[in-house]
Nanobody, 125 residues
């Protein structure tokens, strides 16, 4: 089992930046595909981006060029750097792990077996 803990959320003005951290414990996540999802009030949870075991990334179109996912295997940690934040980025952000996928990443929630508790990101206009 792996436990995931997100941190780094907060309140920021539009145009600002935040870096979210997903710290894993219990086992190494070196071979996992890791993803970030978000859920805004009244909306379904949506895929934001993911990074595979080879550090190849995939992003939601609306965050491309603004968000960057990276991983530090030595620290068993994944990051989501968010720049040029917009009010519509306001949501609870979740980290998730998929330890079954050999190649690529999935954009589907059901493919991810392990989830963090989420961290709130609020972007004011």
């Amino acid at each position: 089992q792996v436990q995931l803990v997100e941190s780094g959320g907060g309140l920021v003005q539009a145009g600002g930046s935040l870096r979210l951290t997903c710290a894993a414990s219990g086992r190494t996540i070196t071979r996992d595909a890791m993803a970030w999802f978000r859920q805004a009030p009244g909306k379904e949870r949506e895929f934001v981006g993911a990074i595979n075991r080879l550090s190849s990334t995939t992003y939601l179109d609306s965050v491309k060029g603004r968000f960057t996912i990276s991983r530090d295997n030595a620290k068993n940690t994944v990051y989501l750097q968010m720049n040029s934040l917009k009010p519509e980025d306001t949501a609870v952000y979740y980290c998730a792990a998929d330890d079954r996928r050999a190649v690529g990443v999935s954009t589907e929630e059901y493919e991810y077996d392990y989830w963090g508790q989420g961290t709130q990101v609020t972007v004011s206009s």
